[in-house]
């Protein structure tokens, strides 16, 4: 199972190299710690992988798989959900102006608000210390955290654009868009390529990153599995 590229496998290519120190597993499959995450992969089809992946989503809460190709799923496992994500990914920004409201970087302290915000708006699991995986940045009004967006997983030579959203009544200032920017372009400036995934059926989003410069890759399938209670 080796993919041609590192995209095409991203859990497992960002898991088995620099962030490795998030994961659980062995060679044979890896998740991120439940603290930090559901996203899980296995080396292969064999047996022993998963057997391995079995285990791993045994351990709290299930795991989630991002794959270009179909891929075994173990027996001992139910499939909860399962979706077609556009993979995009941007090799440059189009020019825009610099946002007119205050962007702040998030530190530990925002945490408790960080979850707050991505438990009400729903931009993709997002657990305890999820933003632990990457450097984020936000808006705040009045002290409340309106509006966010981070990194998450990070395969050799590329990071990966996540947790963004804005708080239903803060919509309309363009605060995704200008959040989502920023940080593509300061993953850019590390001589890194920005990703993020979409669900297919999620057009508005679709364009709104298609506007910032980002393109369609490729589609996947995102896969959530649970293991009998």
Known sequence: MTPAHPLDRPVWAALTTRQAGFALGDTHAVRLAPEYGLFA????????????????A?????????????VRLPPALTVVSQAPIHQMTAGALSPSGKPDFPVIPLTE?????????ATLTRPG???????????????????QLVAMAGERMKPDGFTEVSGVCTHPDHRGHGYAGHLSRIVAARILARCETP????????????????????TVRRELTITVLSAPA
């Open 58 to 70: 045994a351990i709290e809460g299930g795991v989630a798989l991002v794959e270009a190709d179909p």
């Open 125 to 143: 699991p997002f657990f305890t210390r999820t933003h632990q995986l990457g450097a984020f940045i936000g808006v705040k009004q009045d002290g």
């Open 195 to 214: 990703f993020l995934h979409c669900y297919a059926a999620n057009m508005a989003a679709i364009d709104l990153y298609e506007t910032l410069g980002f």
């Open 109 to 117: 302290a925002d945490a408790p608000q960080m979850l707050a915000l």
């Open 41 to 56: 992969a296995a080396a292969d089809g064999s047996d022993a992988s998963m057997a391995t992946l079995a285990g791993l």
